[in-house]
Nanobody
Framework: QVQLVESGGGLVQAGGSLRLSCAASGGTFRSYAMGWFRQAPGKEREFVADISWNGGNTDYADSVKGRFTISRDNAKNTVWLQMNSLKPEDTAVYYC??????????????????WGQGTQVTVSS
């Protein structure tokens, strides 16, 4: 059983920065690809970023490229999402997720097996 706990969300002004953390336990973290997704009220869950099991490959949604950075430290069982130049449209609940096997695209929510509880990010104008 894999448990994921996000933290670091909050209220920030447009143009500001936040760093989200996701702490994993109960599994073999170093074997998992990890992803960040977000969901705004009334909207579908949206892919944000993903990172391969060893951190060697990352992918980003076009909407966040150049502004967000995903990283991980397998020794700490932690993945981060550094968010810079935040915009009001980034406002959402952000979720981290673990992909425990190789099948499926990392940009698709259905490819992930475990999810955190989410952390709220609100960007004011």
């Amino acid at each position: 059983q894999v448990q994921l706990v996000e933290s670091g969300g909050g209220l920030v002004q447009a143009g500001g920065s936040l760093r989200l953390s996701c702490a994993a336990s109960g599994g073999t973290f170093r074997s998992y690809a990890m992803g960040w997704f977000r969901q705004a009220p009334g909207k579908e869950r949206e892919f944000v970023a993903d990172i391969s099991w060893n951190g060697g490959n990352t992918d980003y949604a076009d909407s966040v490229k150049g502004r967000f950075t995903i990283s991980r430290d397998n020794a700490k069982n932690t993945v981060w999402l550094q968010m810079n130049s935040l915009k009001p449209e980034d406002t959402a609940v952000y979720y981290c997720a673990a992909k425990t096997y190789g099948l499926g695209l990392k940009s698709m929510a259905r490819s992930y097996d475990y999810w955190g509880q989410g952390t709220q990010v609100t960007v004011s104008s």
